[in-house]
């Protein structure tokens, strides 16, 4: 049984604007700040999506690679690039994000549609990046939207070998418009689906909007890990927007100590999903 929790943050996304949400950290300084101050109350993992000087979100190669550094330098999270990005942004710019050289990347698992969008991903693109990734040595997070998207992890790994460091996770990201419902019983149907994948797989869940908390505790007790943050959710309790990613993290974290499963380390969470010691 875990004994511990990664929590990753995702402080930023791609779909809050910075005007309908103050706090949203979209500067590289904001990032950095956000990124220590979540640390400190217990994540080990952050999801990175960067804006442009106008908060729009960018795949900009040198500022990937300047947050990566800073990133690195500031903290010791491990860095994770979103190669997801926003629903307009093309393969080639979304396949680019790996020239960055972060310690993990975001790799989704299929097409969903996303409220009135779509997040296109064909199989052959998801065949490319997971094989880039392990040419390069990052470690992929697979994002689940949809329970058959396990199935298509499966594929993957049956036909494509297992990624960069032989230890698959993967993260359910669960309620949004279009995907699986953030339920603990559509999470505990994707644990079920899970035992297809190799030993020792192991996933994180987030819920989007109020599926925060639901996700988070069923998570909890299927000994999943969590992911919270500003990319996932902007508002902390019925009408009560959150103030910082600090303070979603500092909440999982509560829960996980409650559960008796306190925060991991960066330390231990790198031992947990193959990354090594640090590249910088
Ligand atoms: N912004 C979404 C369209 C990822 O980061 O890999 C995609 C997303 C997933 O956020
Ligand atoms: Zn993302």
């Given amino acids: 049984m875990t004994t511990t929790t ?17 706090a949203l950290p979209v500067t590289l300084a904001e990032l950095v700040a956000t990124g220590k101050e979540c640390q400190a109350v217990g994540a080990s993992v952050i999801h990175v999506h960067l804006r442009d000087d106008a908060a729009e979100p960018t795949l900009d190669l040198g500022r990937l690679k300047e947050a990566v550094a800073a ?9 994770q690039l979103s190669s997801g990005g926003a629903v307009t942004d093309p393969e080639d710019d979304r396949l680019r994000v790996l020239d960055a050289e972060p310690d ?18 064909r199989w052959a693109f998801i065949v490319e ?24 992890l499966r594929r993957l790994l049956d036909r494509h070998g297992l990624p960069f460091g032989g230890h698959v996770h993967l993260d359910l990201v669960m309620n949004v418009p279009g995907g699986m419902p953030g339920t603990a019983e559509a999470l505990v149907a994707c644990v079920q689906a899970m035992r297809d994948l ?14 925060t908390l639901p996700v988070l505790l069923a998570s909890l007790s299927a000994g999943g890990h969590l992911r919270v943050g500003m ?10 927007p959150v103030e910082s990613n600090a303070q979603l993290v500092a909440r999982a974290s509560a829960f996980a100590r409650l559960a008796q499963r306190p925060p991991m380390t960066p330390a231990d969470a790198r031992a947990l999903l193959g990354i090594p010691g640090s590249r910088s």
């Fill in 6 to 22: 990664l929590i990753t943050v995702a402080p930023t996304g791609a779909e809050s604007r910075k005007s309908d949400v103050p």
């Fill in 71 to 79: 990133l690195r330098d500031e903290t010791d999270l491990i860095v």
């Fill in 104 to 121: 993990m990347a975001s790799c989704t698992m299929g097409t969903v549609n996303f409220g009135d969008d779509v997040f296109l991903n």
């Fill in 129 to 152: 990046l997971h094989t880039r990734m392990r040419d390069r040595g990052i470690v992929p997070e697979y994002e689940i939207f949809d329970l058959g998207q396990l199935t298509t």
């Fill in 198 to 211: 190799p030993e020792g797989t192991t996933f994180s869940a987030t819920g989007i909007g109020r599926g």
């Fill in 231 to 240: 990319e996932d959710t902007v508002t902390y309790a019925k009408g009560v």
